[in-house]
């Protein structure tokens, strides 16, 4: 019985002490260095409340990456033309419609390009890493097809081609290698209505913010600490910052399009606190290997003595 | 320290023996096809849900069941409690298994299973990456417990191999067991770095995870967990054998009930620690809004403490029968967790839904059925199984208590 009890006690000090290592991690909130906007960082900027819903920029997009034609809808339920329903293997970017009773409003689905990428964290062999301009680029020998990016990132941007036998992510990189040698992002080159721009993030921003002077009444706005509605741009804050950043018409929310409620920091970041917490210098495992052997070897060596003991007293 | 293990004997070919392989037949015939079609092929997967059952129930569900053999080492070789000795063996190969297959798997799951040969080139190593922490980890952990398994293996030669094989085991059997101790510091050292992990993976997805499974506790609580899967593991192990094998194999009852309380006490420290972390946390409240997962979080408060409290119950332990059903019960508890976790507790967003497919299930049936049957081959041939010290022979070290 007392064995027993010892032994229970035992096992709980040791899931205790490897419990406080981890606890040492979770308040920790700043322990992972906060990634700034860099001056050149480059993305989007789509104005919902310009956007007429035309799809010019899916077809450019297509046209520009070498995608092939997405005849899904078209084959599903007779669409009079083809486009996709929503990003996919083959799509990188997509219209959406928003309606609520006479309430509608177009949103563009593509790659955030955010300041501080959870998917560049949470990729094994750094396939999704970030290349000049802070855009978030796909390298695909290094891509083992995990998928984790999918599960880490909080937009369900990274697309898989889940019938390839050698499939690829596809994301939007700001078509940084375009195939029919144009420059910068093909959608804002097509867009009649210049509802997506590209550029340097912060002239994006200060773009954004001159919008919104102009006119307050006609965006999306969030209360703010005072109370006080003030209008938004989703991407300024939002994850840590997204170097693509949005507009919303007035009365419709960010989350109602489509984008996540996030915090200001990183999504990554608690993880990365933690993590980082336990494996710092890789001195907790090394630590623990070292005291799991001496008592391996303690322990084994003194068993090897009792049983000699044993077999002498059986002996005589 | 395990010289009573002696190989079990008997018919290799039987029908059991042919059902396995046929379930792992088509398992092969899936995965082939799969490696022309793709993974959308076999599978019900999306891009919402880019991970279905083959992460949670393969992976970390079998190595959950795998980690019998790190729950029994640490009583063993760590704290010192010896008499576990003649459950190690046993746990060790269920181990082996667990995370081959677990292993398996996942090269079946990744798109692009041929990159994994980078997994061996450390500067592309993206040390940010929790998955490639667990994946090396699990690598390594597979490596090591099949090392373990080698002295059986060895044994065997040097009874009955061919005057070759006998000098070489005989060379190689010392080197081996001097190399032990260090090995398994090692297999000390791995699964609490990468059972952790597992759960640490989805730290990564703060938007997607419930509250109430979502906290920055994730790896303790996979620990945890794991420790009471692996003593279910090896509490189920130990009766099925003697059951099963009966006549030859007769089942630690006595150490299984010693295994068990400690087991019970873990449960209860798992059921006592997520609600003080929630409670910490500020997330407790969320447990009393009975929508969307809400009530999977109850059944799985209600499987570790059902198993913890027949494992804690006298004459459960005494009693075969229903000493299964306890084990039986804790681990479902921690498959629970685990699997609500990836799965249940996840939600990418509107419009994404996710069932297993029939590809799937057979794939994960099929990887179970090769465990299985390479388990009881094992245990045939070689000596993994304590034979002389079950629960009617004489207690081999300690006195009653």
């Known amino acids: ?316 | 320290m395990s010289a009573e293990a002696r190989p079990l004997g008997g018919r290799i070919l039987t029908p059991f023996f042919f059902l396995l392989s046929l379930l792992a037949a088509v398992m092969a015939a899936l995965v082939l096809y799969r490696v022309f079609a793709g993974v959308g092929s076999i599978t019900a997967l999306t891009d919402g849900y880019s991970w279905g059952i083959w992460k949670p129930i393969n992976v970390v569900t079998f190595t959950g069941i795998g980690a019998g053999a790190y729950a029994v080492g640490l009583l063993c070789y760590i704290l010192n409690e010896g008499k576990y000795h003649p459950l190690v063996r046993p746990a060790v190969l269920v181990g082996a298994l667990g995370y081959t297959l677990g292993g398996t798997s996942v090269i079946v799951d990744l798109g692009r299973w041929w990159g994994s040969v980078f997994l061996g080139f450390p500067p592309w190593y993206n040390l940010n990456s929790i998955l490639l922490e667990v994946a090396l980890c699990v690598i390594t952990y597979m490596a090591v417990l099949w090392v373990e398994v080698l002295p059986a293996a060895l044994e065997r030669l040097r009874a009955d191999g061919t005057p070759g094989w006998k000098a070489f085991a005989t060379k190689w059997l010392p080197r081996v067991r001097q190399m032990l101790p260090f090995i398994i510091a090692l297999a000390m050292l791995l699964p609490t770095m990468h059972q952790s992990s597992l759960g640490g993976l989805y730290m990564m997805a703060p938007t997607k995870v419930h509250a109430l499974w979502f906290t920055g506790w994730l790896p303790f609580l996979f620990l945890v967990s794991c420790l009471t899967m692996g003593y279910g593991s090896v509490v189920i192990m130990d009766i099925l054998l003697g059951v099963v094998f009966r006549g030859k194999y007769r089942s630690h009852m006595k150490l299984l009930g010693d295994l068990a309380k400690v087991s019970g006490y873990v449960s209860l420290f798992y059921v006592v620690f997520r609600f003080a972390a929630l409670g910490w946390e500020g997330r407790l409240g969320q447990a009393f809004q009975f929508s969307g997962p809400v009530p999977f979080f109850w059944l799985e408060i209600v499987l570790f403490l059902v198993s913890a409290f027949m494992y804690l119950s006298p004459g459960v332990r005494a009693n075969r029968g229903r000493l299964f059903i306890a084990g039986f019960v804790g681990i479902l508890a921690g498959a629970a967790y685990r699997v609500d976790t990836y799965l249940t507790a996840y939600d990418p967003g509107p419009g994404w839904h996710y069932f297993p497919s029939v590809g799937e299930v057979l794939v994960t049936v099929g990887l179970a059925s090769v465990g299985l049957l390479v388990f009881i081959v094992v245990v045939k041939t070689l000596p993994i199984l304590a034979l002389g010290s079950g629960s009617d022979a004489p207690s081999p070290s300690r006195p009653t208590h």
């Open chain 1, 1 to 316: 019985m007392n064995v027993s009890r010892r032994t229970v006690l035992k096992t709980l000090a040791v899931t205790g002490a490897a419990g406080a290592a981890a606890g040492l991690a979770t308040p920790a909130e700043a322990s992972h260095e906060a990634v700034k906007l860099a001056p050149d960082a480059m993305g989007l900027l789509y104005d919902s409340t310009l956007c007429i819903g035309c799809q010019t920029c899916t077809v450019a997009c297509q046209r520009a990456n070498g995608m092939p034609v997405d005849k899904s809808l078209v084959e599903a339920n007779g669409a009079p033309y083809d486009f996709p329903s929503d990003t996919n293997g083959y799509n990188k970017t997509v219209i959406k419609l928003f309606k609520e009773g006479d309430k509608y409003a177009f949103m563009k689905m593509q790659c955030m390009q955010c300041v501080d990428p959870a998917c560049t964290k949470a990729c094994m062999l750094g396939s999704l890493h970030k290349v000049e301009n802070g855009i978030v680029s796909w390298d695909a020998i290094r891509c083992t097809g995990c998928r984790y990016c999918q599960i880490s990132c909080p937009f369900n941007v990274p697309k898989f081609q889940w019938l390839e036998a050698i499939p690829r992510i596809t994301k939007c990189e700001l078509c940084r290698s375009r195939v029919d040698g144009g420059k910068g992002a093909a959608c804002a080159e097509v867009c009649p209505r210049s509802a997506v721009i590209t550029g340097k993030s912060v002239d994006l921003l200060a773009i954004a913010k001159k919008r919104i002077a102009e006119n307050p009444a006609k965006y999306y706005g969030e209360a703010g600490e005072d109370g006080k509605v003030v209008p938004k741009v989703y991407g300024e804050h939002d994850g840590g910052g997204t170097q693509t950043m949005y507009l919303a018409p007035a009365g419709i929310s960010f989350q109602k399009l489509g984008l996540p409620k996030l915090e200001t920091v990183p999504p990554a970041q608690m993880a990365m606190n933690v993590q980082h917490t336990l494996y710092r210098g890789f001195i907790l495992p090394v630590a623990l290997y070292v005291v799991a052997a001496f008592a391996i070897v303690r322990n084994l060596r003194k068993e090897a003595a009792a049983h000699k003991a044993q077999e002498k007293k059986e002996g005589k």
